[in-house]
């Protein structure tokens, strides 16, 4: 048998694992849903989300990973042998495959931005024409998906070139690119005129907006933003060498994505109070919002270039993490090489970010319950997929796992001093279980 990659310096394990967290979870969803749900209360209930359940599990994620090397399913059988545990797994790759489907529409959709952004597409438009150049434009049955299957392509080409020369190097470039724009960015925007308004959106709660359905929306948002619940962080940890802290690992990666997050707020919200128009526009804000704002700033070619080179960036480092969790799958349960498990994951996204696509134009009248392709693909992934997976990971290392085994493998043999370890039992064990399965329920209205 081949050896088993793995990352090749402590700089590829944060840039990779962190690419797959930082991405449009960050840049899109979470400002519009910080806009829609009240901001900075939103902000905060996200920011406990993130340090109780999230970080959590995000330990357990990659102490099966790295302990069981395999794919997200194979590493449940090699754990625990005999047991359906594995089952998780392969619901994190039914995950996987969902995700894809709308998240490839909204990175072809950034990568159309970006061809407007350089030909001049966006210049000189009235905030009416703005909206409906983008009506026009997603409802369209054949540009986006050509952008979409452009992007799809550019992740063939680097997943088919395996996890250190693909993934590893792709991400030791594009992350530090997308951290130096975003710093850029976060500058100027904080010389706006709105800037203290954008601010205090942000930083100052109003709690009346607070309700289940919120918390379950910041719950769905930190499990999605830190790519958790569906394995793939299972299958990045897997290629962790021997050396990599664990705990160290998903306090930096859970760091750098909380900031990131922070920082496109800092980028957005300012802008849009610049220039009085409503924070909360759903998924539309930086499609339509953000380009009229750009307009109407000084350099304005410069600016909206960069920020939709920024959320492709952003998307492609989350994409190629999505892929590889079914890739590995691919690869190593049915024996297929590593560019035929691409080709046939690549193929599958593509035909599912069709249907998602067309839900906005041709297929918009076509619903599951009463969302649109692309919303129930949204919904199921976000707010049932991954919590629910989150729940059963959470439940895996807390008790099914031997508590030695799992103490030893966080504490890298005995080599680290791990003080926080009963905390992490204890949230693994009652705090993320009860959290999540309460939650849960009273955001779908069954409790
Ligand atoms: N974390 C990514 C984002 O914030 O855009 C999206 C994502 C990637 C979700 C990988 C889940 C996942 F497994």
């Given at each position: 048998m081949t050896k088993r990659a793995t990352f090749t310096t402590k700089l590829g394990v944060i840039a990779a694992t962190a690419g797959s967290s930082v991405g449009l979870g960050n840049i899109w969803r979470f400002p519009y849903e910080t806009g829609q749900n009240g901001g900075a209360a939103f902000l905060l209930l996200y920011f406990i989300c993130v340090l109780v359940l999230g970080l959590p599990v995000m330990v357990a994620e990659f102490t099966i990973g790295r302990s069981a090397r395999a794919n997200a399913s194979r590493a449940f059988l090699k754990l625990t042998p005999k047991t359906h545990w594995y089952v998780v797994g392969v619901l994190g790759i039914f995950a996987a495959v969902f995700i894809m489907g709308f998240y490839s529409v909204i990175a072809g959709w950034t990568l159309d931005y970006v061809y407007q952004s350089l030909t001049f597409g966006l210049a000189d438009k009235s905030p009416e024409q703005f909206q409906t150049a983008f009506t026009q434009f997603t409802a369209d049955a054949v540009r986006p998906i050509f952008w979409t299957f452009l992007f799809l392509s550019i992740n063939y080409v680097i997943l088919v070139k395996g996890v250190q020369n693909g993934i590893e190097k792709a991400s030791n470039i594009l992350m530090p690119v997308l951290f130096i724009l975003l710093v850029i960015f976060g500058v100027r925007s904080l010389f706006m005129p709105g800037a203290a308004e954008g601010l205090s959106f942000m930083?100052?709660?109003?709690?009346?907006?607070?309700?289940s359905g919120i918390i379950l929306k910041a719950m769905g948002q930190a499990f999605f933003s830190l790519s958790l619940g569906m394995g793939t962080l299972i299958t990045y940890a897997s290629y962790f060498s021997d050396r990599t802290s664990l705990v160290k690992t998903a306090g930096t990666v859970a760091t750098l994505d909380t900031l990131v997050a922070i920082m496109a707020g800092i980028v957005i919200f300012p802008a849009v109070f610049s220039f009085g128009i409503?924070?909360?526009?759903?998924?539309?804000l930086i499609f339509i919002t953000l380009p009229n704002v750009f307009q109407q700033m000084p350099g304005a070619y410069f600016w909206s270039l960069l920020f939709f080179v920024l959320v492709s960036v952003a998307a492609l480092t989350s994409t190629i993490s999505l892929c590889e969790v079914a890739i590995s799958y691919l690869h190593e349960e049915?024996?297929?090489?590593r560019r035929r498990a691409t080709l046939i994951l690549v193929l599958v996204c593509f035909f599912m970010s069709t249907l998602c696509s067309l839900s906005f134009g041709p297929l918009r009248q076509v619903t599951i319950g009463s969302l649109t392709i692309f919303d129930f693909c949204d919904f199921l992934s976000s707010n049932i997929l991954l919590p629910l997976g989150g729940l059963l990971i959470a439940i895996y290392v807390g008790w099914v796992l031997d508590k030695k085994f799992v103490r030893n493998q966080i504490s890298d043999g005995g080599r680290i001093n791990v003080w926080y370890f009963d905390l992490l039992m204890i949230s693994l064990r009652f705090i993320a279980p009860v959290a999540i399965s309460l939650i849960f329920l009273s955001g779908l209205g069954l409790f």
């Open positions: 930083f100052k709660p109003d709690f009346s907006k607070v309700d409503s924070p909360s526009q759903g998924p539309q049915f024996g297929m090489s």
